[in-house]
């Protein structure tokens, strides 16, 4: 499996911008499909984006669509989400994950999982 590490979190006000970065051990790194996802105070897990791990094929959850970005470094090992304008419900724990399928949006189709990193969107 592929250990992953979240880093980027913090507070920031509603329209503000956050990177959050995801490192990843292990050699077959380049190998994977890289997912975010999100956790909501209160709420279920939901899928945020994910990206394959050869050309790029990327996919957004409607909520997060023209204002989020995914990108990986598989030389360095490391997949970043670039948020801006960032709004009070997007306020979570953010987690990656890896999974070998293409661009999956469901949680059962990833396998490994960072332990997350807090985002506060404040009005």
């Known amino acids: 499996q592929v250990q992953l590490v979240e880093s980027g979190g913090g507070l920031v006000q509603a329209g503000g911008s956050l990177r959050l970065s995801c490192a990843a051990s292990?050699?077959?790194?380049?190998?994977?499909?890289m997912g975010w996802f999100r956790q909501p105070p209160g709420k279920e897990r939901e899928f945020v984006v994910a990206?394959?791990?050869?050309?790029?094929?990327?996919y957004y959850a409607d909520s997060v669509n023209g204002r989020f970005t995914i990108s990986r470094d598989n030389a360095k090992n490391l997949v970043y989400l670039q948020m801006n304008s960032l709004k009070p419900e997007d306020t979570a724990v953010y987690y990656c994950a890896t999974s070998t399928g293409i661009v999956p949006r469901a949680s059962i189709e990833y396998d490994s999982w960072g332990q997350g990193t807090q985002v506060t969107v404040s009005s």
């Open positions: 990206i394959s791990w050869n050309i790029g094929i990327t």
């Open positions: 292990g050699r077959t790194f380049s190998r994977y499909t």
